[in-house]
């Protein structure tokens, strides 16, 4: 068959703030997800429980006086284990391997000159591991890893002095690493601030009079770093390649009714809006209208336009997990500009946690990606959130998860042979790891299981499920094997 190309990188994705765990030890700063609570199902809304939104709010956490189970700061120890979980990527076959630096690892402040010694160090031994194994790491420079610091000194991404103290880290390590580090990606799911402005963008948003003015200037504010970060790495790395990356939200009009179709174009134009600047180089115009009637004004300095325009990305990367549907009706649109939109697709069955499941939607966002952009794109993120069991015997039969791995590849092949240039594919959560969205642990993802509950219990012991050898099968035959 053949559907996929030489080379194509099959692998696995994580990140720093969901894996690492070791939150003070090596000299790291504490990190905005080392803050966040773990919430019960029962007490949060929409299935994301991520905010912290005052400076209160933050002393407290800070002072131990509100929440005792905080389940980044822990992760599942790949601080300590890398060495194990590495040896078990490589039985797979990985090619790739997707992880994040957690930034106040290098800098725990994120405003300092000096980076920290201890946390290159702790990279360098990671990434060595990986070339023993030769697997190719890809790495995200900012997974939503801002140092706390930065939060509380400069309310995160709204004051431009974050452009130049993230320059200066992203240089730091392109110069460490730039032997050992071929693939970059400059901020995950940049299009988060405008769910999560603290999670997204540092920002405390009671602090700021209008939430939005200040979400797409500390956009604003990404958008250059990472151009500068994209020139810094073509000047340091004359061989890598740069992508930025992009929680993908394909959206369908819930009917042929052209109010509904309009709807659906717009929301997906805002979704595109991230990539349209970052690959294009320049803000789309229908943005400007979304501005005006939202009163919203982008302070731009003398040069932004051009960094923009002169520095894109090589690649285009994505987190695709569901799709969304949307509405003209007046009565329902005021769900339009959320991120998980309330009208479900009857189409589409959903995970539980409510996530709609659609592989062919995964063939229509590459299609759709690759038309507008002609560049070659990458699915970094990409799997199905379950619970799972760990039967008398020991197995776990996650044959739910290798149905929707299964469908979501077939999908990428036939997009493959549509012509679409896709250079890689890394499951998310390729090791069981907490979630971003609710801070649990019994959401997992993986191939491998890791035995610890909601609230840290458990030997942290590594298995292997029934998905581990289906997705060893998928990369032996390169994809042939389904
Ligand atoms: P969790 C929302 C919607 C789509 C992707 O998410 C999202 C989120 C945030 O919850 O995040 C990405 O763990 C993100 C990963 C995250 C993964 O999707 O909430 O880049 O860090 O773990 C899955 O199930």
Same mark, same amino acid.
């Given at each position: 068959m053949g =559907?996929?190309?030489e080379g194509f990188l099959w692998g696995g994705a994580t990140a720093a703030n969901q894996l690492e765990g070791a939150y003070n030890e090596g000299g790291k700063g504490l990190s905005i997800f080392d803050m966040v609570t773990f919430v019960p199902k029962e007490e949060r809304g929409n299935n994301i429980e991520m905010d912290v939104t005052s400076e209160e709010e933050l002393d407290e956490l800070l002072a131990g006086k509100k929440g005792d189970n905080f389940p980044k700061r822990r992760g599942i120890d790949f601080y300590h284990r890398y060495k194990e979980d590495i040896a078990l990527f490589a039985e797979m076959g990985f090619k790739t391997f997707r992880l994040s630096i957690s930034w106040p690892r290098i800098f725990p402040? !994120?405003?300092?000159?000096?980076p920290n010694e201890e946390g290159l160090a702790f990279y360098d031994k990671v990434f060595d591991e990986l070339a023993n194994h030769g697997i190719e790491p890809l790495v995200t420079l900012s997974h939503y890893e801002i140092p706390l610091h930065l939060v509380k000194k400069y309310n995160g991404w709204a004051d431009r002095r974050l452009v130049d103290f993230f320059v200066h880290y992203a240089e730091t390590v392109f110069e460490r690493y730039k032997d050992k580090v071929k693939y970059w990606l400059t901020f995950n799911e940049i299009n988060i601030s405008t769910i999560s402005p603290y999670i997204g963008s540092g920002i405390l948003v009671d602090r700021v009079e209008h939430k939005e003015q200040a979400v797409y200037q500390a956009l604003h504010h990404q958008f250059v770093a990472s151009a500068r970060a994209v020139k810094a790495c073509h000047e340091i790395i004359p061989d890598a390649k740069i992508g930025c990356m992009l929680a993908r939200m394909e959206v369908y009009p819930e009917t042929c009714n052209p109010d509904d179709v309009l709807a659906a174009l717009e929301e997906d134009q805002k979704n595109?809006?991230?990539t349209d600047v970052q690959v294009r180089g320049y803000y789309p115009s229908f943005m400007n209208r979304y501005f005006e009637e939202n009163n919203i004004k982008i302070e731009m300095l003398p040069g932004d336009e051009e960094m923009l325009r002169q520095h894109t990305v090589d690649f285009l990367s994505f987190s695709y997990y569901m799709t969304m549907v949307a509405s003209g009706a007046p009565d329902k649109a005021k769900e339009k500009g959320n991120f998980f939109s309330g009208i479900k697709n009857p189409f589409l069955e959903a995970s539980d946690w409510g996530w709609q499941i659609d592989p062919k939607g995964l063939r229509i966002t590459?299609?759709?990606l690759y038309d507008r952009y002609q560049v070659p794109l990458f699915i970094v993120e990409n799997g199905l959130g379950a619970y799972d069991t760990v039967e008398e015997d020991g197995s776990i039969n996650d044959d739910y =998860?290798?149905?929707y791995l =299964?469908?979501?590849?077939e999908q990428m092949g036939e997009a493959i042979k549509d012509g679409v240039d896709l250079m890689g594919y890394t499951s998310? !959560?390729?090791i069981d790891l907490i979630s971003a969205g609710t801070s649990e642990m019994s959401k997992r993802y993986g191939f491998i299981y890791?035995?610890?509950d909601d609230y840290g219990n458990g030997t942290l012991e590594r298995r292997k499920k029934k998905s581990f050898e289906w997705y060893k099968q998928v990369i032996a035959t390169n994809g042939d094997m389904l």
């Amino acid at each position: 068959m053949g =559907r996929f190309p030489e080379g194509f990188l099959w692998g696995g994705a994580t990140a720093a703030n969901q894996l690492e765990g070791a939150y003070n030890e090596g000299g790291k700063g504490l990190s905005i997800f080392d803050m966040v609570t773990f919430v019960p199902k029962e007490e949060r809304g929409n299935n994301i429980e991520m905010d912290v939104t005052s400076e209160e709010e933050l002393d407290e956490l800070l002072a131990g006086k509100k929440g005792d189970n905080f389940p980044k700061r822990r992760g599942i120890d790949f601080y300590h284990r890398y060495k194990e979980d590495i040896a078990l990527f490589a039985e797979m076959g990985f090619k790739t391997f997707r992880l994040s630096i957690s930034w106040p690892r290098i800098f725990p402040n !994120g405003d300092e000159q000096q980076p920290n010694e201890e946390g290159l160090a702790f990279y360098d031994k990671v990434f060595d591991e990986l070339a023993n194994h030769g697997i190719e790491p890809l790495v995200t420079l900012s997974h939503y890893e801002i140092p706390l610091h930065l939060v509380k000194k400069y309310n995160g991404w709204a004051d431009r002095r974050l452009v130049d103290f993230f320059v200066h880290y992203a240089e730091t390590v392109f110069e460490r690493y730039k032997d050992k580090v071929k693939y970059w990606l400059t901020f995950n799911e940049i299009n988060i601030s405008t769910i999560s402005p603290y999670i997204g963008s540092g920002i405390l948003v009671d602090r700021v009079e209008h939430k939005e003015q200040a979400v797409y200037q500390a956009l604003h504010h990404q958008f250059v770093a990472s151009a500068r970060a994209v020139k810094a790495c073509h000047e340091i790395i004359p061989d890598a390649k740069i992508g930025c990356m992009l929680a993908r939200m394909e959206v369908y009009p819930e009917t042929c009714n052209p109010d509904d179709v309009l709807a659906a174009l717009e929301e997906d134009q805002k979704n595109l809006f991230f990539t349209d600047v970052q690959v294009r180089g320049y803000y789309p115009s229908f943005m400007n209208r979304y501005f005006e009637e939202n009163n919203i004004k982008i302070e731009m300095l003398p040069g932004d336009e051009e960094m923009l325009r002169q520095h894109t990305v090589d690649f285009l990367s994505f987190s695709y997990y569901m799709t969304m549907v949307a509405s003209g009706a007046p009565d329902k649109a005021k769900e339009k500009g959320n991120f998980f939109s309330g009208i479900k697709n009857p189409f589409l069955e959903a995970s539980d946690w409510g996530w709609q499941i659609d592989p062919k939607g995964l063939r229509i966002t590459l299609k759709k990606l690759y038309d507008r952009y002609q560049v070659p794109l990458f699915i970094v993120e990409n799997g199905l959130g379950a619970y799972d069991t760990v039967e008398e015997d020991g197995s776990i039969n996650d044959d739910y =998860r290798i149905d929707y791995l =299964r469908a979501h590849i077939e999908q990428m092949g036939e997009a493959i042979k549509d012509g679409v240039d896709l250079m890689g594919y890394t499951s998310w !959560g390729c090791i069981d790891l907490i979630s971003a969205g609710t801070s649990e642990m019994s959401k997992r993802y993986g191939f491998i299981y890791v035995d610890q509950d909601d609230y840290g219990n458990g030997t942290l012991e590594r298995r292997k499920k029934k998905s581990f050898e289906w997705y060893k099968q998928v990369i032996a035959t390169n994809g042939d094997m389904l």
